[in-house]
């Protein structure tokens, strides 16, 4: 299973010359895992850069993947992990769902940069 951190839906689904690397990966549903924060960030950045139907389209488009809400479980180990590596709430949970799951974390947020269980593409 893969996830792929807000980050990398945004530049898939801009274009850009990173986009080219997340887009495979985005076109593969059924090893994806989704958790429901990135659905909230990538709603909110689509719907004040694209519209409300573009982000509908594209928010329908993640459902096809494994949708994880946040648990008990996984809030607690994003707490921990937000102590420990000094991450935001959002990207805590994120990265604590990845780990939660096995999942291969893919981003190319730069806090996430040397953090265990991530791979990073560079900017």
């Known amino acids: 299973m893969i996830l792929v951190d807000t980050c990398g839906w945004i530049e898939a689904i801009a274009g850009t010359a990173l986009g080219r690397h997340y887009q495979p990966l985005l076109r593969r ?37 494994e ?29 604590a769902t990845a780990r939660r799951f096995q999942a291969e974390f893919i981003t190319s947020d730069g806090h996430f940069k040397d953090l265990p269980d991530v791979r990073y593409l560079a900017k």
Do not use: C, M, N
Not at 51 to 64: F, L, N, R, S
């Open 67 to 95: 949708i994880r809400p946040l648990t008990t479980e996984i809030a607690l180990a994003a707490a921990e992990l937000a102590l420990k590596h000094r991450l935001s709430a959002a990207d805590a949970i994120v990265y």
């Open 29 to 65: 549903p059924r090893d994806l895992i989704v958790p429901t924060i990135v659905q909230f960030e990538l709603y909110k950045w689509l719907a004040r850069t694209l519209g409300d139907a573009a982000a509908d389209e594209i928010i329908a488009a993640t459902q096809q993947s």
